[in-house]
């Protein structure tokens, strides 16, 4: 965290602690769209201070497979609530949340639920961002009726 803060990086945290809400297959998906997107940050010419959550149980097993610890970001056996020293300006992303994300600026750090649900759960990401005090916006999406999307387009 005080890497990133003295590179002046954006966060970026992923919250694992949705296992409960997927299956194998979905908790394998989960991983695999990790895994896609963070290559595209890597080669990204602002790149994220990557940070994971929750990262124990079942998904920790299937990203240990898919060699994910070799990716330089934080991980974190414990969750969101529980990590000391987390940013100042920082707003859990979540398709059910009644604030739009209009602007932002290099102070600003984002969390996205690490959820995949084929058959959509609402509010999840919402009711955890309430639990952890932490301010939930929705994206101001041009979509249409879909109002969900997956992390890659994220
Ligand atoms: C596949 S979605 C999971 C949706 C799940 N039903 C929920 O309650 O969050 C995975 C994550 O992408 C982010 N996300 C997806 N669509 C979003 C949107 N329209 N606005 C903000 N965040 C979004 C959220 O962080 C969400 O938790």
């Not at 005090?133 to 890659?152: E, M, Q, S």
Request: glycine share 4%.
């Amino acid at each position: 965290m005080k890497e990133a803060k003295e590179k002046k990086l954006h966060n970026l945290f992923f919250d694992l602690s949705f296992s409960e809400h997927m299956n194998q297959k979905e908790l394998y998906s989960l991983a695999n769209q990790l895994s896609r997107s963070l290559s595209s940050v890597k080669f990204s010419k602002n790149p994220f201070a990557l940070h994971f959550s929750s990262y124990n149980g079942e998904i920790k097993k299937i990203m240990n497979e898919l060699k994910c610890t070799k990716w330089i970001a934080y991980f974190y056996e414990e969750d969101l609530a529980q990590i000391k020293d987390l940013p100042k300006n920082l707003f859990y992303l979540s398709p059910d949340a009644d604030e739009l994300l209009e602007t932002f600026d290099e102070t600003t750090s984002f969390i996205i639920g690490g959820l995949v649900d084929r058959t959509v759960t609402s509010c999840v990401s919402l009711n955890k961002a309430k639990s952890c005090g932490i301010k939930a916006v929705r994206l101001p999406l041009n979509t249409g009726a879909i109002k969900v999307i997956c992390f890659n387009q994220l």
